[in-house]
């Protein structure tokens, strides 16, 4: 089975409250939720619709091109909207904890997205979906990916969970186990039956059982840490290049000069 029903211990919860209403529940928070940090979960976006802008689902960052969702958040609103591709719909949210924030965030629209290959919406089976941007993403300090888990999680493991409040419906947030101080992505929420996770447990994903399609199918690839740094590195080495190469043709053209 890909996913789990289970009571896990919500050690964090982004502003802590459901994100249906920012304004008018803002006592709605998870069970045992704290307030948190960007800085402490920047893998954390948020699906937003377009027009008008606001929050529809969750999820986390894989690389520099590709988010990972719940496939049901996906194919509900594309039922929804059947008419319109989803790029057209929705975009992507990075780097900001706070909703209400505009500041030290990043939007990325999305360029496509796919299912697993054996999702099935009606039986709730693998309910992973991926999603890719259309512009790279940039990290720094509030923006970063988070290594896939590739292996089951100790029984009686403490796992975090992130959300903007767990409402029903609110789905797709990420489900992580830290450990050496590195935090790995080891499922993404796929249901909640009350909001808020209020004395009924929520269901989740199980990534690892997926892992080897997320890192075939988004190209996973750890060596960009810094895409910016990588952009200038590329743009120093380039502008070399050309300043030797017109060395090269000084010399060249000199020479052809002193045998005239």
């Known amino acids: 089975m890909g996913r789990w029903l289970g ?8 502003l802590c409250i459901c994100a249906a209403s920012l304004q008018a529940h803002r006592d709605k928070r998870m069970v045992s939720g704290t307030d948190v940090e960007q800085s402490e979960v920047p893998y954390q ?12 689902g969750s999820g986390a960052i894989l ?20 008419e319109q591709p ?5 975009r992507i949210r990075l780097g900001q904890a706070d909703l209400l924030s505009k500041s030290d965030d990043q939007l990325r629209s999305i360029y496509a997205y796919t299912f697993h290959p054996e999702f099935d919406f009606e039986a709730a089976r693998s309910d992973v979906a991926l999603v890719r941007t259309v512009e790279y993403i940039e990290f720094n300090s509030f923006v970063q990916p988070i290594a896939l888990r590739k292996g089951p999680i100790p029984e009686g493991s403490v796992v975090m969970y992130t959300d903007w409040g767990a409402e029903k419906g609110n789905v797709g947030g990420p489900l992580v186990i830290v450990e ?11 249901y909640v039956y009350r909001a808020c996770n209020a004395y009924v447990p929520a269901g989740f994903e199980r990534l690892w059982n997926h892992y080897d399609w997320i890192a075939k199918t988004a190209t996973i690839d750890y060596s960009f840490v810094n895409f910016g740094e990588m952009c200038r590195a590329v743009r120093s080495v380039a502008a070399q290049l050309l300043v030797q190469n017109k060395e090269a043709v000084r010399r060249r053209r000199a020479l052809n000069n002193s045998i005239l």
């Open 7 to 14: 009571v896990v211990l919500f050690r964090a919860a982004l």
């Open 45 to 56: 976006v948020s699906f937003r619709f377009i027009d008008p802008d606001r929050h529809l």
């Open 63 to 82: 690389n520099v091109r590709y988010v990972i969702t719940q496939a049901s958040f996906i194919w509900k609103l594309m039922r929804t909207y059947p």
């Open 86 to 90: 989803l790029p057209t719909i929705a």
């Open 180 to 190: 050496g101080g590195q935090p790995q992505l080891v499922g993404v929420m796929s």
